[in-house]
């Protein structure tokens, strides 16, 4: 109590400033967050204690400017923290600096969850390369340690290397431990096997990588080495010279759709950004035409479903096994088309956020989801692991079947499953890329994206902004609605949305129309909509 009191002494609550735990955990300026950290050291040990396992805390503000940082909770399974929890979150930022009503929060908390004051807590914790990271886990951990519980120090990680690794800690089948060495070795070597698998004598094209001046560009060397004879990677925007995610890495190029700072492009026809903590991913070239050409979430979706629906397909396992895609309303309305009408493979659409992506996924045996912006994965349920595992060994079954059925063994080792990660991504693309030897282009040349814009509007209270119906439609404030449909109207195929950012303190607003120029003109009026009827 003691050490706890003397903390929020050290470390005060701002007044006025309510933060929420969204999407992306809480995410601020980093001068104000040093009182939250307080309240995420006592949140972390006990979810730790109820689970009886050990939880992560990720400090990080991923694609947000250096200025800005934040923090989220990892569940033992290496998923984001369970939904319920995030009320608790929210009302212990409520409560005043004062111990005591804190304790007495705390205190009601474990006699509704049946948390016994001597249960054990374990939390690992890791940050992002931004210089406020340091304090900001030191916080934590006083605040974790104030209350007994033991601390794994992680330091320097990506966020999908954190969930990784608190997956390992709380499963035997992952050995209970994590080592960064173990990590890539599983990624690289699932990359390796899945080369040696094919009589391919074809070589890798070099890609080069725009790591965003972030965590990503000190990981990807491991990535580098390990994998050297097999393809050449180049980093750029590795930290040494820009500042993070600026004008440059994922959410900059899909955003705005130009090529990052810092990359010599005409050297290269394959490039691709990643965003400050890596758990996004984008690729792009630029045509004999001299355009840029960008392939973002939706096509990773594409990509994935292809070659798992051609492999189920070669093992003869298809008919056995549910594959879908989930999507969110940025997703282009022409790759939804393409997935549902073309490649037979069912969508699902979700609000913005992994988390609501990765519980959706769940439903299939193999669960493709992936943001527009470039953040997604795969989950693979335990009955497919097991047939795919049985088909593989199945004597009986045909040299080609039981290669197909270890090529998709091999490629879930190549997966990070507890999030979207853009390390193992990268290699993901790669390999199929090379497999059903395809290039950018051809990659690219599956469908034609609808032109599309989407802007950034500041507001006075973007909360007064609510949407139902997958965020593709708004509730409040009255009449928004209303007008976006009129403006829609007069566009073919046109759509748009708007929501609030949970990461930024805007109104995004997204528009697609058969031209760029219609794309851009609709944006622009709603925008000129929603900062009439919210400022
Ligand atoms: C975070 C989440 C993403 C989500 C994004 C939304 O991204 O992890 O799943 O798409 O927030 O941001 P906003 O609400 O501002 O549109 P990240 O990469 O910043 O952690």
Redesign the pocket.
């Known amino acids: 109590m003691e050490k706890l009191k003397s903390l929020l002494h050290e470390y005060p609550k701002s007044t006025n400033i309510f933060m929420g735990y969204g999407?992306?955990g809480f995410r601020a300026r980093a001068d104000i967050l040093p009182w939250i950290m307080i309240r995420i050291g006592i949140l972390a040990t006990l979810r730790s204690k109820v689970k009886r396992a050990c939880v992560g805390v990720m400090i990080t503000a991923?694609?947000?400017p250096e200025c800005d940082n934040g923090v989220k909770l990892i569940d033992p399974h290496g998923e984001m923290l369970d939904q319920t929890w995030e009320v608790y979150a929210n009302t212990l930022c409520t409560l005043d600096d004062d111990i005591n009503i804190i304790w007495d929060y705390v205190e009601t908390l474990m006699i509704q969850l049946n948390i016994q004051p001597n249960d054990e807590a374990i939390i690992g914790i890791a940050y992002d390369i931004r210089q406020s990271s340091p304090l900001l886990a030191s916080i934590v951990k006083r605040a974790a340690q104030a209350l007994s519980t033991t601390i794994m120090d992680f330091e320097l990680m990506t966020t999908p290397q954190l969930h990784y690794a608190i997956r390992c800690y709380n499963d035997d089948d992952l050995n209970g431990k994590y080592t960064e060495a173990d990590y890539f070795d599983k990624l690289c070597t699932a990359f390796q096997n899945l080369i040696f698998m094919t009589s391919s004598n074809k070589s890798f094209e070099s890609l080069a990588i725009d790591a965003a001046n972030g965590i990503g560009a000190i990981k990807l060397t491991h990535v580098r080495r390990i994998l050297a004879n097999f393809i050449r990677i180049d980093i750029y925007n590795d930290g040494t010279k820009g500042l993070l995610n600026d004008k440059c890495g994922a959410d900059y190029v899909k955003i705005y759709q130009k090529a990052p700072d810092g990359l010599p492009l005409k050297n290269y026809s394959k490039c691709c950004s990643i965003?400050g903590?890596a758990?996004?991913l984008i690729y792009f070239f630029i045509d004999e035409n001299n355009q840029f050409r960008i392939l973002d979430g939706d096509r990773f979706s594409v990509l994935f479903a292809l070659f798992l629906s051609l492999k189920l397909q070669e093992a003869k396992l298809f008919d056995d096994v549910k594959i879908g895609v989930v999507q969110t309303a940025y997703a282009n309305g022409r790759s939804t088309d393409y997935i549902i009408n073309t490649m037979k493979v069912s969508v699902a659409c979700v609000p913005?956020?992994?988390k609501h992506l990765h519980h959706k996924a769940l439903d299939y045996d193999i669960g493709i989801y992936f943001?527009a912006?470039g953040?997604g994965t795969v989950l693979f349920s335990d009955d497919l692991k097991s047939k795919v595992k049985a088909a593989s060994e199945d004597p009986k079954r045909t040299e080609k079947e039981r290669l197909a059925a270890n090529q998709i063994r091999t490629f879930i080792n190549l997966i990070n499953e507890t999030v979207g990660d853009a390390i193992a991504d990268i290699l993901a693309t790669e390999v199929i890329l090379f497999l059903l030897n395809l290039n950018l282009e051809k990659w690219l040349n599956f469908y034609d994206d609808l032109p599309q814009r989407q802007l950034k509007v500041a507001v006075k209270d973007r909360t007064m902004i609510q949407t139902i119906d997958a965020e593709r439609r708004c509730i409040a404030p009255a009449h928004l609605q209303d007008r976006i449909d009129e403006l829609v109207s007069k566009y073919p195929s046109g759509r748009a949305f708007v929501r609030p950012?949970?990461?930024?303190d805007i109104v995004?607003v997204y528009a697609e129309a058969i031209t760029q120029i219609e794309a851009d003109k609709l944006a622009i009026e709603i925008q000129k909509v929603v900062e009439e009827l919210i400022n």
């Open positions: 999407t992306a991923s694609h947000n965003d903590d758990d996004r913005t956020g992994v943001e912006n953040h950012s949970s990461t930024e995004r």
